[in-house]
Nanobody, 120 residues
Framework: QVQLVESGGGLVQAGGSLRLSCAAS?????MGWFRQAPGKEREFVAAISRSGRDTYYITSVKGRFTISRDNANNTGYLQMNSLKPEDTAVYYC????????????????WGQGTQVTVSS
């Protein structure tokens, strides 16, 4: 059993930055970040392999977001720079046995989510 707890969300102006954290209990998994805006489906944002060597991003966040992890502290991160109003959503971290997967159905464990709001 894995428990995931996100933190770091908040309100920021367009162009600003936030860093999300995901504290995990249990063994190390491949980790992903997803987001869900009001009235929209949950979408894949980024993923990182168990070792941290491989990372994956959706096109719209490449060059602005950076996913990383600290396995010694069992914590994952999503550094978000140059934020845009369209990045506004609840952000979730999730864990899976498979690296680089983008489908929500591949992730067995989910955090409770943290709200990110970007004002224009």
């Amino acid at each position: 059993q894995v428990q995931l707890v996100e933190s770091g969300g908040g309100l920021v102006q367009a162009g600003g930055s936030l860093r999300l954290s995901c504290a995990a209990s249990g063994r190390t998994y491949n980790m992903g970040w997803f987001r869900q805006a009001p009235g929209k489906e949950r979408e894949f944002v980024a993923a990182i392999s168990r070792s941290g060597r491989d990372t994956y991003y959706i096109t719209s966040v490449k060059g602005r977001f950076t996913i990383s992890r600290d396995n010694a502290n069992n914590t994952g991160y999503l550094q978000m720079n140059s934020l845009k109003p369209e990045d506004t959503a609840v952000y979730y971290c999730a864990a899976t046995n498979w690296p680089g997967v983008v489908s929500t159905t591949a992730y067995a464990y989910w955090g409770q989510g943290t709200q990110v709001t970007v004002s224009s």
